[in-house]
Structure formats: C-alpha cells, structure tokens
C-alpha cells in the first residue's frame, strides 16, 4: 500500500512539473514588464521569435504587415472571472516601399495614430514590430494601494500569415505586480 501511494505522488509530481515546464515555454514567446512610473503604469512588452523568415521575407515584398497587443490590466476575483481594471489596444504596422526601399513604421494606441517614422534599416522594422517599451497606456488614480494586479497582453498579426506565424492565431502572457 506505501509504494501504490508513493508512485501515485511521484506519478503527481510529475505531472505538476512537466504543466510547469509547459506553461513556462508558452510564456517565453512574448515577456511583459509592468512598470508604476509617477501617475502612470508603463508597458513593456517583447515579442521573441515574432518575425520568421517568412514574416520578413512577407514584409519585404511590400505587404502591409500589423501586429497588434491587446493589453490588459486587471485584478484578481474571488469567487467570479477576474475584472478587467482597465484595456488597450496597440497596433504597429509596416510597410516596405520597393522603390525608395525604406519602411513606413505606424503605430496606433486605442485607435489615436502615432505619427508615423520611415527607416531603411531591417532592424528598426523588427525593434518596432516586436517591443513596446516604455507606453503610458493606464493611468495609476484608479487603483488601490498595496493591492496585487496583473498586465495580460495578447499578440496578434494581421495578415494571419496562416502556418507561418509562430504562434497559431496568436500568443498571450501575463506578469502580477503589486501596486504601492
């Protein structure tokens, strides 16, 4: 009876484990770090292994490429779903011009159009496309002191890229903080 017992616990721990090790890869696709910054709570967000060589070599024949983050921010509940505190969505799009050879950088925070860059250089592309870094999206009056919160941005591209993207139809993550 003691070793049907202690295998079963093994046999649960290892299950445990190997759910840790699952959920852990599925959060390394894209890392987010909130950030209380004066009266407002940062982003940052990086998207690793966002641009396969077939994203790229879609964006350099001209195709107007959009990733979009919908970021939020949000408070656990007890009994019920968890509430969503506050939402924003951010849009950066890409397009290459055959001709001049340059690419048009766009970005959109909760439909308001940032004014857009243009740069020759594959890396800004990539920069642009796969980190935000250091957005004012929320502002900190609303929330309560002392209290844990968490940030959940989920990735998308448009054109859906189909098997190309790495992701499927797309990939989330999520970091807690405490609000002080």
Do not use: C
């Not at 017992?5 to 484990?17: D, E, F």
């Amino acid at each position: 009876m003691g070793f049907k017992t202690a295998r079963l616990g093994l046999s649960a721990a290892a299950i445990v484990i190997a759910a840790a090790h699952v959920s852990a890869q599925a959060g390394q696709g894209l890392r987010v770090v909130p950030v209380v910054r004066g009266d407002y709570l940062l982003v940052n967000v990086e998207l690793r292994d966002g641009l396969t060589p077939e994203v790229l070599a879609a964006i350099d024949s001209g195709l107007k490429t959009t990733f979009t983050y919908t970021v939020d921010l949000k408070v656990e509940a007890t009994l019920f779903r968890d509430r969503t505190v506050m939402s924003a969505i951010v849009t950066n799009s890409v397009e290459f011009d055959n001709l001049q050879r340059k690419y048009t950088l766009e970005r959109s925070v909760d439909g308001r159009d940032v004014k857009p860059e243009v740069t020759s250089d594959p890396m800004d592309v990539r920069r642009w496309l796969t980190r935000l870094q250091d957005l004012q999206l929320f502002k900190t009056r609303q929330l309560v002191r002392n209290r844990e919160y968490y940030v959940r941005v989920s990735a998308s591209a448009r054109p859906s890229y189909g098997s190309i993207w790495p992701f499927g139809s797309g990939t989330s993550a999520q970091t807690k903080f405490i609000f002080r």
